[in-house]
């Protein structure tokens, strides 16, 4: 019969310095993915309400020339004329040139809005993660209570 050969490799067993770097490691990339989730939050921020003005800016350039167009066309009708069809036409053209970039506007705020979205859940994750891990350390950091020796009880 055919004995079974055991492999010669011996497992190696973690020695207490290799694992307390690492943890070390892991605690210190926490703490800076925790740093750089704050930085770009704060500019994420700044560039979604940047796109935010700009489209309600957008928005409301629409609406007013929408307005104006109107005047412009009643003005038109009741005394056609060059300068009044030459100003409807300007407005129109205005119009169009604004609804054309609104959209856009619209979907990069909301492409913007939703990656800082992504970006707020991650930080709070990480962030919990750093508190708790924090507050283990203090734990297992604490010194150990001295216990007070009972008196016995006098035999009565």
Same mark, same amino acid.
């Given at each position: ?20 770097k690492?943890?070390e490691?892991?605690?210190?990339a ?16 700044? @560039?979604v309400?940047? +796109?935010?003005? /700009?489209? &309600? $800016? ?6 007013? #020339?929408? *307005?104006?167009? !109107?005047?412009?066309?009643n ?9 009044t069809?030459?100003?409807l036409?300007?407005?129109?053209k205005e119009?169009?040139?604004v ?13 913007a809005?939703? @990656?800082?979205?992504? +970006?707020?859940? /991650?930080? &709070? $994750? ?6 708790? #891990?924090? *507050?283990?350390? !203090? ?7 001295k216990?007070?020796k ?7």
């Amino acid at each position: 019969m055919a004995a079974k050969k055991k492999s010669a490799r011996k497992k190696t067993v973690v020695k207490s310095a290799v694992l307390s770097k690492k943890i070390e490691s892991a605690i210190a990339a926490l703490t800076e993915a925790s740093e750089a989730g704050a930085k770009a939050i704060d500019v994420r921020g700044k @560039e979604v309400k940047k +796109l935010a003005t /700009a489209a &309600k $800016r957008l928005s409301k350039k629409r609406a007013t #020339l929408l *307005k104006r167009k !109107k005047t412009a066309s009643n003005k038109l009708k009741s005394a056609p004329g060059v300068e009044t069809r030459k100003a409807l036409n300007a407005v129109v053209k205005e119009l169009t040139a604004v609804s054309k970039q609104a959209p856009k506007a619209r979907a990069v705020k909301a492409a913007a809005a939703a @990656e800082l979205a992504g +970006l707020k859940s /991650a930080s &709070k $994750r990480v962030t919990a993660y750093v508190k708790s #891990l924090e *507050k283990a350390d !203090k734990l297992l950091n604490k010194p150990a209570k001295k216990r007070k020796k009972r008196r016995k009880a006098p035999a009565a």
